[in-house]
């Protein structure tokens, strides 16, 4: 059964079963830090201002979006192009969907000035990569440099630990490493974990992992990634939680999709804040971020948008049932 959260004297802390308790570190002071996972739907303008850069007001409207639906930590919208493309198609060594010789990092920041952007107008921002695994297998391999995607993976993690120093250095609050190919059964988990470990070595951020799909079937070295989050799809794929135990989450913390992302149908509010609210039970409040399931690229603009407001509101209810 749910308890309400009493009130402590101590700053930055609570009171739950009558143990003090520590709010999200994410946020000082903050219960129930709200965040994104990443993508929104978005279309380039063509218009005079819009020249230099087509997709400057879509990561504005983004942006907006997020801050109007009271989103604790947003993210720049990931509006430029698909996940393997964007970071890919700036690599040396790859040409189109082909690797073509050895991998080397970018020559420049790829998603820095849109993150940049959105730290200019929101105190917490969520940097985003693209996972090392999940870029190596959206490539084919056609040089004789790698024979395997386990011998390209390290040297994608390699190339990526320069973006992830760029957004280490930007301020952000998060820095989430995307990973969807890890719930497929294709990857090798072993050979995952040492390139997340390898990217999360090189920052100060807390690193977040986020894997969509049925994680509960990779759920014992899921739980063993060396990272501070483990973000993942509650609403679409409730096994995902259910497999979860506290002693598996231990002092690490859950990004819990609680809209699903998957579907253009809009969630009733009760039930948005029942699944934070079974978190809550299961984890304790200063455990979790509630997010959506994934990335809301897919849906319709403003059905993305109604997921996100029904996000914020749920979020805002339940931080008063916890006051």
């Known amino acids: 059964m749910f308890v309400k959260r009493c009130s402590s004297p101590v700053t930055g802390t609570a009171s739950f079963h009558n143990t003090t308790i520590m709010v999200s570190p994410f946020i000082e ?47 720049d919208g990931q ?19 082909e690797v073509v010789g050895r991998i080397m990092p ?23 990569l693209t996972g090392p695994s999940t870029l190596s297998h959206g490539l084919k391999i056609s040089t004789p440099n790698y024979r395997s995607r386990d ?10 630990c320069t973006e992830a120093r760029a957004l280490d250095a930007v301020g952000i609050s998060i820095l989430q490493i995307d990973e969807p190919i890890l719930s497929t059964g294709i990857a090798d988990l072993s050979c995952a974990r040492d390139a997340i470990s390898r990217i ?16 509960f079937r990779i759920i014992d070295e899921y739980v063993k990634m060396p990272v501070r989050i483990l ?23 859950i ?11 809009l969630e009733d509010l009760e039930t948005v804040i029942s699944r934070i609210r079974s978190a ?30 029904r996000l914020g509101e749920a979020v805002t209810h339940m931080r008063r049932e916890l006051s």
Do not use: W
């Open 79 to 97: 509006v430029r192009g698909d996940m393997i493309s964007t970071f890919t198609s700036r690599l040396p060594g790859v040409r189109g969907n």
């Open 231 to 253: 973000d993942f799809e509650g609403s679409a794929d409730p096994e995902n939680f259910a497999s979860l135990s506290a002693q598996d989450v231990g002092d690490r913390y």
């Open 151 to 160: 011998e390209l993976i390290p040297d994608m993690a390699s190339a990526l």
């Open 280 to 309: 809550i039970d299961a984890f304790g409040p200063e455990r979790i971020l509630p997010d959506p399931d994934c990335g809301l690229r897919m849906l319709p603009r403003e059905m993305a948008y109604a997921k996100l407001n």
């Open 29 to 75: 002071g903050q219960i129930l830090p709200s965040t994104v996972v990443g993508s929104f739907p978005a279309e380039p303008r063509r218009t005079l201002s819009s020249l230099l850069d087509p997709f400057h007001a879509a990561v504005r409207e983004a942006v907006d979006a997020q801050l109007a639906a009271g989103i604790t930590i947003i993210s």
């Open 106 to 128: 970018p020559d420049g920041p790829i998603t820095v000035r849109d993150t940049r952007y959105a730290r200019s107008r929101h105190p917490y921002v969520k940097g985003i």
């Open 255 to 265: 990004g819990l999709g609680c809209v699903d992302s998957s579907r253009p149908v």
């Open 200 to 215: 999360a070595g090189v920052v100060q951020t807390p690193v977040c992992l986020h894997v969509c799909g049925p994680v």
